[in-house]
């Protein structure tokens, strides 16, 4: 009988703290870095909506265009007058969204559940909201619509890590 309470009290293996999967942590890593790119962006934008509407208010810009170009030309300064009119909230929401994943990326490196739903909160903010501000101009680009593609390929393959988070 003593030599099976030896046995047992040299079972460390069950008190091994859980070690982070390789996909989880590229993953969060390149949240991250995704989320301190967007930032850049986000404070930037009020300077990037002037500088494009500066752009397209440039009488040198029409000339020459056929009429859907033009057409093309009306419409985007529609989106970025309804951008510059709404930057506040879009950059609340914004920030808002990438604190939101960044906290969950950082969690999820700590293997806590919590960090997953934290995470899916913060994409949804940023979806929503921006639907709620700009609604169907939001998808007036193909590039928004990658935007919205690698955020479900960023949410299928969290959803897919999801059973090593562990507390």
């Known amino acids: 009988m003593n030599e099976m309470q030896n046995q047992d009290s040299l079972n460390f293996d069950e ?6 999967p390789q996909t989880l942590n590229v993953l969060t890593i ?11 962006g986000v404070i930037a934008s009020p300077w990037a909506t002037k500088f494009s509407k500066a752009m397209l208010e440039n009488p040198a810009t029409s000339e020459n265009l056929s009429p859907k170009k033009l057409e093309d030309l009306e ?3 529609q989106i970025l007058a309804i951008t510059e009119q709404n930057m506040i909230p879009l950059m609340v929401i ?3 969204g990438i604190a939101l994943c960044f906290a969950g990326a950082i969690m999820m ?9 934290i995470y899916i909160a913060g994409q949804a903010i940023t979806i929503i909201g921006t639907l709620f501000i700009l609604g169907s101009y939001q998808f007036a680009d193909w590039k928004n619509y990658f935007g919205y593609l690698i955020t479900l390929v960023f ?3 969290y959803t ?6 562990v507390y």
């Open 15 to 20: 008190f091994k703290k859980p070690v982070l």
């Open 109 to 117: 490196r700590k293997l806590k559940k919590d960090g997953y739903w």
């Open 30 to 40: 390149l949240t991250i870095i995704g989320c301190s790119i967007l930032l850049i």
């Open 94 to 96: 914004g920030i808002a």
């Open 75 to 77: 419409h985007t300064k």
């Open 155 to 157: 949410i299928v393959l």
């Open 160 to 165: 897919t890590q999801k059973k090593y988070l």
